[in-house]
């Protein structure tokens, strides 16, 4: 499996961006993808994730509604809708893929990772 991200960028307060991970490979049905972030200095963190069927999906407690992971099967691509964004949401935002059924928010489980896009929130 091969996951790239885009759409990061430098946004000031209450703004929104929209990150996007191209996935490739086999199997991408059956999977659960996840989003996680690690700004400078802390460990990284889970943000969203779903599985490619759409359901259930998970946030973490920090998003209070101001993201929303999604994806579109046609294009093998998952979505990280994100507005409202704080100075607090910098960091560098990973795409992940989970082989099997569960949907996790535990890093450990993700055994496909993308290079990373950077999110950078201004005050």
């Known amino acids: 499996v091969y996951l790239a991200e885009t759409g990061g960028g430098s946004v000031q307060a209450g703004g929104s961006l929209r990150l996007s991970c191209a996935a490739s490979?086999?199997?991408?049905?059956?999977?659960?993808m996840g989003w996680f972030r690690q700004a400078p200095g802390k460990e990284r963190e889970f943000v969203a994730a779903?599985?490619?069927?759409?359901?259930?999906?998970y946030y973490g407690d920090f998003v209070t509604g101001r993201f929303t992971i999604s994806r579109d099967n046609a294009k093998n691509t998952l979505y990280l809708q994100m507005d409202s964004l704080k100075p607090e949401d910098t960091a560098v935002y990973y795409c992940?893929?989970?082989?099997?059924?569960?949907?996790?928010?535990?890093?450990?489980?993700?055994?496909?990772w993308g290079q990373g896009t950077q999110v950078t929130v201004s005050s």
């Open positions: 490979g086999n199997t991408l049905a059956r999977n659960a």
């Open positions: 779903t599985h490619w069927s759409g359901s259930p999906t």
């Open positions: 992940a893929c989970k082989i099997g059924m569960v949907v996790s928010s535990e890093e450990l489980d993700y055994e496909y």
